[in-house]
């Protein structure tokens, strides 16, 4: 322990001797300044946390018979800056109690459009913070995968919640992990997810575009083809992005643009058959990948043949 901060120290002797909830929430205080500090390293958090006890933790988090002297969602506010620093360290982000507290930072997301959080989005953003954390490691996405954060993300993007793009990074980092396991034979959350974010693509105008086609790329790779082509039935998803990709095509583009707009035809193509390139009568749309393809088989051939000389 000599490398721990003799602070750090002293307000974990003071936990342990604590001798009411009411005591120790306001021992949580100085915690909140101490884990923030440069000296905090991952020994320090770990002492802090294994003082506080996860358990009291959960209970703030919970807002379940706490002391009244605070409205629940100040408790909350206090357990999530805490965890949210906490989770910084790989060993207390895959703590068994860091796990189990997954679904009640769900919930907190699930519910960020509430009245209850209007006036305190903090807490929805540090849910977030800590979900993204725990995300990082197996424990966290093995969890995240069989509780069904991707279906539940899936919605909240899908509903334009509070901070979807948060939720949206995450759906990325956990189908990108585990691929069509993502996904179960209900294709209602995915067809949702996609059509939200083919919509989002199609009407917008700024760099946002190309960064959508790259997430929208990586996330059409990961279903489950046969689910989802055998119920695409008054989907609009595949008009939509036809159309944001034809927009692309039509406009002026650097590499760092066009590098996303080929891989989500690729991806396109490869989920929906070429046919999906045919869905106006003349055939624009195909005739321009052609010419696209075209080009970049040329440049590829013309840097190999510059390497070689």
């Not at 390293?41 to 706490?66: M, P």
């Not at 993300?153 to 691929?179: C, N, P, R, W």
């Not at 929208?216 to 998803?237: A, Y």
Request: charged fraction near 25%; aromatic fraction near 6%.
């Amino acid at each position: 322990m000599a490398d721990i901060p003799e602070a750090v120290k002293k307000c974990a002797a003071m936990l342990k001797g604590t001798k009411s909830e009411t005591e120790k929430f306001a021992a949580l205080f100085m915690v909140t300044k101490l884990v923030k500090g440069k000296d905090c390293k991952a020994a320090a958090k770990k002492l802090l946390f294994e003082a506080i006890g996860f358990n009291f933790l959960k209970k703030l988090l919970n807002g379940k018979n706490l002391p009244d002297d605070c409205p629940p969602l100040v408790y909350k506010s206090v357990a999530l800056s805490i965890l949210t620093c906490f989770c910084q360290e790989e060993e207390l982000a895959t703590h068994k109690d860091m796990i189990d507290a997954i679904p009640t930072l769900l919930e907190i997301v699930e519910t960020a459009d509430d009245d209850d959080y209007e006036d305190n989005l903090i807490v929805v953003s540090e849910s977030y913070s800590c979900l993204k954390s725990i995300a990082t490691y197996e424990p966290g996405q093995q969890a995240l995968l069989s509780i069904g954060a991707i279906p539940k993300m899936s919605q909240i993007y899908s509903a334009q919640s509070f901070q979807t793009d948060e939720a949206l990074h995450l759906i990325v980092l956990l189908v990108t992990k585990f691929g069509n396991a993502s996904w179960s034979d209900d294709p209602k959350p995915f067809h949702a997810l996609v059509q939200r974010i083919a919509l989002d693509m199609e009407t917008e105008n700024s760099e946002r575009k190309y960064e959508l086609c790259g997430i929208l790329s990586s996330i059409l790779i990961t279903c489950r083809r046969d689910v989802i082509v055998n119920s695409l039935e008054g989907e609009i998803w595949p008009e939509s992005i036809f159309k944001a990709i034809g927009d692309i095509l039509k406009a002026k583009i650097g590499p760092k643009q066009r590098e996303p707009a080929l891989q989500l035809i690729a991806t396109t193509l490869q989920v929906l058959g070429i046919q999906w390139a045919f869905m106006d009568d003349q055939k624009q749309l195909f005739l321009s990948i052609l010419q696209l393809a075209a080009i970049e088989v040329r440049m590829q051939m013309d840097e190999k043949k510059l390497e070689t000389t």
